[in-house]
């Protein structure tokens, strides 16, 4: 149920479950969601979707939400506090020049890269979300926060372990000076990092849009990142050596 301020939906908006998917790590010896093997990494896709709703009016200046809680943060968390607790998903609908939004005239980004990301320690590691938007808005990424079920909605923001922040959420010469800390290039969205560190890490990118420079939508993806000290290392086949006289 897809809870909103939004007029005329008190209730919330149902959806139905589309699809549910394993996306782990592929490859001999990967961990599954049905066979994890003690490691962090594995990743399951729920995908729901409403029936054709139409929402009248024009947002209010702090926006229409859409949010979504459940439970449970997953116990192997490195970076946040409190234990698992509840989790709570988000977008946010901005006014547009008073334009009512019913006809629909704009669509929120969406994220095109799939949600899971599992990598070595002691790696420079790059990866982007890849948000792209149909109406070719501009987009600015940047850091969210992870919000809690609490007070819902539509959520409380979650408190971190010490050596962390919603802004660096993963380790940082803090925990490792070894570690360079991660950065969110807030234009192409490339996040890059290198820890020593191991453990899982909660991050959240919030994804802006903007239309003619007034913005119009927020999305916020959270994920868990996996930073494995064991990791899988398959040897490439060895090519014959061929000799020619």
């Known amino acids: 149920n897809l809870v909103t301020n939004a007029p005329g939906y008190a209730g919330g908006i149902l959806c139905n479950l589309i699809t549910q998917t394993d996306i782990s790590p592929v490859g001999p010896g990967c961990p599954t969601c049905a066979n994890p093997m003690g490691y962090a990494n594995a990743v399951e896709e729920f995908v729901y979707k409403s029936a054709p709703i139409f929402i009248t009016g024009v947002p209010p200046a702090t926006g229409w939400y859409y949010s979504y809680t459940d ?52 790696n420079q590691t790059s990866y982007n979300h890849n948000a792209i938007d149909i109406e070719l808005d501009s987009l600015v990424y940047d850091w969210g926060i992870p919000l809690d079920g609490t007070n819902y909605p539509p959520g409380t923001n979650y408190p971190y372990n010490g050596g962390y922040s919603f802004n660096s959420p993963l380790p940082g010469p803090a925990q490792n000076p070894l570690n360079v800390a991660a950065t969110m290039n807030q234009f192409t969205g490339v996040v890059t990092f290198t820890s020593y560190t191991p453990g899982a890490f909660v991050t959240v990118t919030k994804v802006t849009a903007y239309k003619c420079n007034i913005k119009v939508a927020e999305i916020y993806r959270e994920i868990q990142i996996a930073l494995l000290n064991n990791c899988i290392i398959t040897q490439p086949p060895v090519s014959p050596t061929i000799v020619y006289n």
């Open 71 to 122: 439970c449970c943060r997953n116990a192997a968390i490195t970076n946040l506090a409190a234990g698992q607790g509840w989790f709570t998903l988000m977008a946010i609908m901005f006014p547009y020049n008073a334009t009512n939004t019913n006809p629909c005239f704009d669509s929120s980004p969406q994220f095109a890269e799939k949600p899971q990301l599992g990598t070595c320690t002691r």
